[in-house]
């Protein structure tokens, strides 16, 4: 599923969301589902609309959309023809009358994002990552030894063995490729994962029919960029060598595995192709060409074996400690623990008579309050999770800013923060927000800070706040900032206050049906 919803954003323009879509609707507690998809495009403000249409509205419908095909969640591109795309990577072109037969009338529709530019510039510097370091050591090693023909063939396949050898073991380790998927499931006769990862390839506990192709052609790769002409021959050897085993790799798939693996078939040509060229040219070399390049070749191979094998579990224990992260994320996101852990204020009232700094949207279903003294470090962060929230879901979340200081204590230096800041709030509040992030952001000094917003007079009602403020913090026994409050409970300690976009269709689901309750009782009486 994952596939193809990276594919349908990419057609919509919001490939930049792309990595955090896949980390959130994977962490999702409903994930595979709709709702954990609709669910996360809300979290990335994505405009989206899942609902169900009538058949008879399928011209009407956008070009891309996802849709319920078949009993599964598939891509549907509508331009010349109707195309469909399943997460197996198959591509089906339908007319609309045989795709209103499977399709059950459900669709994920979005508003089309805007082109960015830079984000494609980035991309292929990425690509250049790769490339332009190997294409250094290539022209490194034609500069300094000697190639012909034959090495240079050599060093084509080589380099496309290592390519697909890669392929192979992200298909072996379960990293989704699009390209690799695409090209492994072109038909229903070839599967690369089936083959790959069938208990087939396995040889010993410690070694697979995946390790051989990067250890065989990145070892080869090393031998020939050092010496290419004698090490073809070590290369040619051992791919006519393999050919036993290319010949068991095919019956395999074709007798007991019943699928074609076509990213080991390519791999099998380019053994074969190695060994026409060898068997074709040996006989020009000598006898010590053949043990030099053999040596070359074996040294090649000790040090290629010895760092795959070392870091290979590193490997797989960073992707094992990524699906877990991913299941403890599942658990976290659960709203029903979130609500057991949020705990109750002990004397709430008044809570709703202080009058501090207020963002956002006052009448969302998510109110934050945050208790907040200027002198302390981890308010800064507190302060800084609150603005970046309501910066991104500014419709469904109201925050306030409240502060626990003494009024009385003329020697903490920090009260005259808080009277300057309650009385821009009152007198200039559109550049509120800057002076909370000129204080608790950029961290400016006391007498920066003073010199760019200390000529603000506080009147008698923002003396009279801070006194009540901190007077509703020591009913409460709130001798600590940040005092972190969520729509009248505590905020739980385990969460972070970012990790509240979780929960927010949570909390407007859970306001409605507070509201039809409330209008259900009127009713009765």
């Known amino acids: ?101 499977k399709w059950d009338g459900i669709i994920i529709a979005i508003e089309p994002g805007v082109v960015i530019v830079q984000k494609k510039a980035k991309m292929q510097f990425g690509f250049l990552r790769y490339v332009l370091p190997f294409v250094l050591l290539v022209l490194v090693s034609f500069w300094y030894t000697s190639y012909d023909l034959t090495a240079v063939l050599f060093l084509i396949t080589v380099t496309l063995g290592v390519i697909a050898s890669v392929f192979i073991l992200q298909e072996k380790l379960g990293m989704q490729n699009e390209i690799v998927s695409k090209f492994c499931t072109s038909n229903a006769a070839t599967s690369c994962d089936s083959v790959i990862n069938s208990n087939k390839s396995i040889i010993t506990k410690w070694i697979d029919f995946s390790d051989l192709p990067i250890l065989f052609f990145s070892s080869s790769l090393l031998a020939i960029l050092i010496q290419p002409l004698y090490s073809v021959l070590a290369i040619g050897s051992v791919g006519l060598l393999s050919l036993p085993v290319v010949a068991y790799s095919i019956v395999l798939q074709k007798t007991q595995l019943k699928k074609w693996c076509l990213m080991c078939l390519f791999v099998s040509g380019i053994l074969v192709i190695q060994s026409i060229l060898f068997v074709g040219l040996s006989r020009v070399f000598t006898t010590e060409a053949f043990l030099s390049g053999g040596v070359l070749y074996l040294s090649a191979l000790v040090l290629v074996t010895t760092v795959w094998f070392a870091i290979k579990p590193v490997i797989i224990e960073k992707i094992e400690a990524q699906k877990g992260l991913n299941e403890l994320k599942k658990f976290k996101r659960n709203y029903g623990l979130f609500n057991f852990l949020s705990k109750a204020i002990s004397s709430p009232d008044g809570l709703s008579k202080l009058k501090g700094i207020s963002l956002g949207n ?163 009486v």
């Open 362 to 524: 006052d009448l969302a279903a998510v109110r934050l309050t945050l208790i907040v003294s200027p002198g302390c470090g981890h308010c800064h962060k507190a302060v800084e999770e609150g603005l970046e929230l309501i910066a991104k879901y500014p419709e469904k979340i109201g925050l306030a800013i409240l502060f626990n200081v003494n009024p009385e204590n003329e020697e903490n230096p920090y009260t005259a923060i808080v009277r300057e800041l309650l009385a821009i709030n009152d007198v200039e509040y559109s550049r509120v927000k800057e002076a909370l992030k000129d204080w608790h952001i950029k961290k400016m000094t006391m007498e920066q800070w003073k010199k760019k917003w200390g000529n603000h007079t506080a009147t008698m009602q923002v003396t009279q706040q801070i006194y009540l403020q901190y007077q509703w913090c020591v009913k409460n026994d709130f001798n600590y900032t940040p005092v972190k409050i969520i729509n009248n409970r505590l905020f739980p300690n385990e969460y972070d206050i970012s990790e509240l976009k979780y929960f927010l269709n949570d909390f407007s689901e859970a306001a409605d049906f507070s509201e039809v309750e409330v209008m259900t009782e009127v009713e009765t």
């Open 1 to 101: 599923m994952i596939g193809i919803i990276k594919k349908f954003l990419a057609l919509n323009q919001y490939s930049q969301f792309v990595p955090e879509f896949e980390s959130l609707v994977l962490s999702h507690p409903n994930y595979p589902s709709i709702f954990a998809i609709t669910d996360t495009l809300d979290m990335l403000s994505i405009e989206n609309a899942a609902v169900k249409v009538s058949k008879e509205q399928l011209n009407d419908l956008p070009e891309t959309f996802l849709a319920v095909y078949d009993n599964q969640i598939t891509l549907v591109l509508k331009k010349e023809t109707l195309r469909v795309e399943t997460e197996k990577g198959e591509n089906i072109v339908l007319t609309p009358e045989v795709f209103q037969q």
